[in-house]
């Protein structure tokens, strides 16, 4: 449930693994794969990657957020909201200095930041559609749901806390009640105002400070719209938090029971997420379209308890071993929980193997499938800038890694799956950076039972929906209950504003959309000239890894140092003076074009299987003039570890601020 994203600036056309250029590196680079069995996946790789290729790219989906289609939108309906949660009411012209948007890790972790630094909660109002605090984890209760990434990194604040987490992959139940166990802990629990959603923020350059319109729907149903007044808005809405579906022929059609799996509808299966025993699908047949995630996850529940089970799949999932277990009391103590600041060092140790750092760390600290995964470094970045010319080594460098594991894991397919004709089906056959990979220990194994079938639509996904269920490969499929696990929308070039469905108007009017049409650009990834006093957290131009807890942890600290420090230094010299915080152009440019010099290292996601890390293969038209237009967009070349180590070598300045405008402005 964590991600990295990726941007290629590089034409295909160009650049292709399939081009006789790559050919002949790869002819001197594969050494634990032969020659032969090397080239011919590749040509498997390309087959598969055409059967998947669509004109509409990511105009085949709906993001069920931006419409008004009562087919889609009532698969927004929260099935979690009891109206027990507390919540601060909207009012209209109330003023606070700091809204936060977004409720889970990342908006948790700027509150619990700014307090650090010296502000209070009660200066803090942290907004969220949801009613109550987990972000992902709040919306995510579908049967099986849990973190792919250790929760000793991934759970925020370990050490503050004192909490050890029950294993070593945490579930969702356990993640949200993290969430509050902070928000407690730093007296956040009745700083939010839940229900709420943020349609709009414009600059006052007369009043220095942000006009934020939000709209709160009670537990009642009653509707309440305001403007509220901020001096500083914080952009925190997570990265896969917009379900999308398919655009579908006869989507309303369907007379049976269906929901998306981020909004898991209990009252339909039986159980609930504690203890899920979904007897009101014993005599059912469900269908699940997807096998990403989320559904690797829920399979094998479905399939424990459907009477029987169809998993629609365009594209397989290349799973390999996740390795589940209870966290052991002595090996916490005595080996992870090791002094202070051993949750940091344990997250960069991560992100160092998944880099592919040379020389590698001395002792792999998590050791599990993802730090055995160095090709992944495609999408992190890692220690070692490429250039246009070393593009084909590079390339073929990075599938010399990749294979091997690539192999492993569609041979455990055959391994696991009895029938060798489904195993086939099962097989992943693309570069493992090419989607969001999949660790499960019982995914596969849910193949072998009776009850199970799989619908392989050799590329091309479901057709359309009937009144009875779903009809795929020419034929029709009766379903009872219709499961969609179509995944989220990432916005790979959206504004922050866009990734939040917020309209953002800045200095001089300077809607946030038009400047991010002529490129993205930020300072450090988290401001941009323009927007005053608006910080934000994201992928583009920031250090990336599956793991995006250390990065939401760094955007907190350099932000709140940011705040604090601009705050201190315009106290002493206007104390009645509100404080303004604006990156300078210079800055972002030059941040911008260091994101530049590191485009040729993602040159291997050029011929990618469409995903939502190349916004379904469209990156792969864009014209030169498009490319250039993306390439700020894309990650921190370095590597995490490298992005943490700037940003703090550029705190560790104090006083300088340097990149930035601070002003004070009387206000009467």
């Given amino acids: 449930m964590s991600t990295a994203i990726a941007i290629s600036t590089v034409a295909p056309a160009t650049n292709s693994v399939n081009s006789e250029q790559a050919k002949s590196h790869i002819t001197n680079r594969y050494e634990a794969i032969d020659l032969a069995t090397a080239l011919k996946t590749q040509e498997r790789y390309q087959e598969e990657r055409k059967k998947r290729l669509r004109p509409d790219g990511l105009d085949q989906y709906v993001n069920l957020g931006d419409t008004e289609e009562p087919s889609y939108k009532r698969f927004l309906r929260d099935p979690w909201d009891n109206g027990s949660t507390a919540s601060l009411t909207l009012k209209d012209n109330a003023h606070f200095k700091f809204v936060i948007l977004g409720a889970g890790i990342g908006g948790l972790l700027f509150a619990v930041r700014l307090v650090g630094a010296g502000f209070q909660p009660e200066d803090i109002v942290i907004v969220d559609a949801a009613a109550g605090f987990g972000g992902t984890w709040y919306w995510n209760r579908y049967p099986g749901v849990m973190c792919d990434v250790e929760s000793y990194i991934y759970m925020p604040l370990l050490e503050e806390t004192g909490y050890m987490p029950k294993h070593k992959y945490a579930y969702g139940e356990e993640l949200r009640e993290h969430a509050n166990r902070v928000a407690r802990q730093w007296s956040l629990e009745n700083r939010a105002m839940f229900r709420t959603l943020i349609t709009q923020c414009t600059w006052d350059d007369n009043t220095a400070e942000w006009a934020v319109k939000m709209t709160q729907k009670a537990f009642s149903a009653d509707t309440t719209t305001a403007s509220v007044r901020a001096d500083f808005v914080m952009l925190v809405p997570g990265l896969l938090n917009r379900p999308k579906l398919p655009k579908l022929p006869g989507l309303g059609n369907f007379q049976g029971q269906s929901f998306i799996t981020s909004r898991w509808d209990y009252n339909v299966t039986g159980g609930n997420q504690e203890a899920p025993e979904m007897r009101q699908l014993q005599d059912k047949r469900v269908g699940i379209i997807g096998t990403g995630a989320s559904a690797v996850q829920a399979v094998p529940h479905l399939a424990r308890w459907s009477k029987e089970l169809l998993v629609f799949q365009r594209t397989p999932a290349a799973v390999d071993v996740r390795g589940q277990k209870a966290t052991d009391e002595e090996e916490w103590r005595q080996k992870i929980c090791?002094?202070?600041?051993?949750?940091?060092?344990?997250?960069?140790?991560?992100?160092?193997?998944?880099?592919?750092?040379?020389?590698?760390?001395?002792?792999?600290?998590?050791?599990?499938?993802?730090?055995?995964?160095?090709?992944?470094?495609?999408?992190?970045?890692?220690?070692?800038?490429?250039?246009?010319?070393?593009?084909?080594?590079?390339v073929a460098n990075l599938h010399r890694l990749d294979m091997p594991r690539a192999e492993r894991i569609r041979a455990r397919v055959g391994e696991v799956v009895s029938d060798q004709e489904i195993a086939e089906k099962l097989k992943a056959w693309y570069p493992g950076w090419c989607k969001r990979p999949g660790f499960h220990d019982e995914y596969l194994q849910a193949f072998n039972l009776p009850n199970v079938q799989l619908v392989d639509t050799n590329g091309k996904g479901i057709e359309r929906l009937t009144e009875a269920g779903v009809m795929a490969n020419g034929r029709t499929y009766h379903v009872d209950v219709l499961i969609w696990s179509t995944g989220f929308e990432l916005g790979v070039l959206g504004s922050p504003g866009s990734r939040c469905g917020v309209q953002v108007i800045g200095r001089a009017g300077l809607d946030m959309e038009d400047k991010w049409a002529k490129g993205v650009a930020t300072l450090h990834a988290v401001c941009t000239n323009g927007f005053p006093n608006m910080f934000f957290a994201g992928a583009n131009q920031a250090g990336a890894s599956p793991n995006y807890t250390p990065t939401l942890e760094t955007f907190a600290q350099h932000i709140a140092k940011i705040i604090s420090e601009s705050t201190r230094r315009i106290g002493e010299a206007q104390p009645a003076a509100k404080v303004v915080i604006e990156a300078t152009q210079e800055a972002e440019q030059a941040w911008s074009r260091r994101v530049i010099?590191?485009?040729?290292?993602?040159?291997?996601?050029?011929?990618?299987?469409?995903?939502?890390?190349?916004?379904?293969?469209?990156?792969?038209?864009?014209?030169?003039?498009?490319?250039?237009?993306?390439?700020?967009?894309?990650?921190?070349?370095?590597?995490?570890?490298?992005?943490?180590?700037?940003?703090?070598?550029?705190?560790?300045?104090?006083?300088?601020?340097e990149g930035l405008h601070i002003s004070g402005v009387q206000v009467d």
Avoid at 354 to 372: C, K
Avoid at 378 to 390: F, N, P, R, S
Avoid at 640 to 654: G, K
Wanted: charged share 20%; with cysteine; proline share 10%.
């Fill in 338 to 394: 090791t002094g202070p600041g051993w949750q940091m060092a344990r997250s960069r140790n991560f992100a160092s193997f998944l880099a592919n750092t040379q020389p590698p760390e001395p002792v792999d600290l998590v050791s599990d499938s993802w730090t055995s995964f160095p090709s992944f470094s495609v999408l992190t970045g890692g220690a070692k800038t490429i250039g246009i010319d070393e593009i084909p080594d590079h």
């Fill in 597 to 657: 010099a590191g485009a040729p290292t993602l040159a291997p996601m050029a011929g990618c299987t469409p995903s939502y890390y190349n916004a379904e293969a469209s990156l792969d038209n864009m014209s030169r003039e498009e490319q250039m237009l993306a390439a700020p967009a894309g990650p921190w070349p370095a590597g995490l570890n490298s992005f943490m180590d700037v940003l703090e070598d550029w705190r560790s300045r104090d006083g300088e601020l």
